[in-house]
């Protein structure tokens, strides 16, 4: 299992509405593209509207393979860098890492 995470830090008082958004826009293609939302967190736990809210999204994919196709078929879609570029709009920092559990490494370096 390899997981995607997605933070943004959203400009001031733009957290629910990109919540939103992501969510309505961004999620259904990713589901497409073999990705399984696993959590959602808002920090700090309220909407503010004159601080920032960060977002964290937790995806999960099922391996290598599933990852290799994620970044290939997401990579060569205008409409995802079409998403990414507004996004960069409406936020102050955004950042995707990936990580598995340990358990998990040996069998995902074996490709």
Aim: aromatic share 10%.
């Amino acid at each position: 299992m390899v997981h995607a995470i997605d933070e943004i830090v959203a400009q001031p008082g733009e957290g629910k509405a990109l919540l939103d958004d992501y969510l309505a826009h961004y999620a259904l293609g990713a589901r497409a593209r073999g990705m399984k939302l696993e959590q959602i967190l808002v920090s700090p736990p309220m909407w503010l509207d004159d601080q920032s809210n960060t977002l964290t999204f937790r995806w999960s994919l099922a391996g290598a393979g599933a990852w290799w196709q994620m970044r290939f078929v997401g990579g060569n879609d205008p409409d995802v860098a079409a998403w990414w570029a507004e996004v960069d709009v409406r936020a102050v920092s955004r950042r995707r890492f990936f990580a598995s559990e340990p358990a998990d490494i040996e069998g995902l370096c074996d490709v």
